[in-house]
């Protein structure tokens, strides 16, 4: 399995970028997906969550601001980032899980098996 982030880049504070996430696997509609970033010194941590039903789990401080969604005919995870920033400034990752229920709480790192490269974002003030 293969993931491959794209359109990360650079913006200033209160502009909108979309990430978006191709999967190489057919089979990709039935799995856990999610977004995840890593700033600078700090640790990664989850950002936003989806189900093969669209069922979605946001990390407070992005609620309302971004979006995740997958589109299923192209194998591919979307996030829209709106109201950005300086503090979502970010390597952020898409990953994607063999089978595994719905979390109770949180993004699990261990729940998910396949990772992509990271992408990029950085928000100007």
């Known amino acids: 399995v293969q993931l491959v982030e794209s359109g990360g880049g650079s913006v200033q504070a209160g502009g909108s970028l979309r990430l978006s996430c191709a999967a190489s696997t057919y089979t990709y509609s039935y799995r856990l997906m999610a977004w995840f970033r890593q700033a600078p010194g700090k640790e990664r941590e989850g950002v936003a969550l989806i189900d093969s039903n669209g069922s979605t789990r946001y990390t407070e401080s992005v609620k309302g601001r971004f979006t995740i969604s997958r589109d299923k005919v192209k194998n591919t995870l979307l996030l829209q980032m709106n109201s950005l920033s300086p503090e979502d400034t970010a390597t952020y990752y898409c990953?994607?899980?063999?089978?595994?229920?719905?979390?109770?709480?949180?993004?699990?790192?261990?729940?998910?098996?396949?990772w992509g490269q990271g992408a990029l974002v950085t928000v100007s003030s």
């Open positions: 990953a994607q899980s063999e089978g595994v229920l719905w979390p109770p709480s949180g993004f699990p790192e261990g729940a998910f098996t396949y």
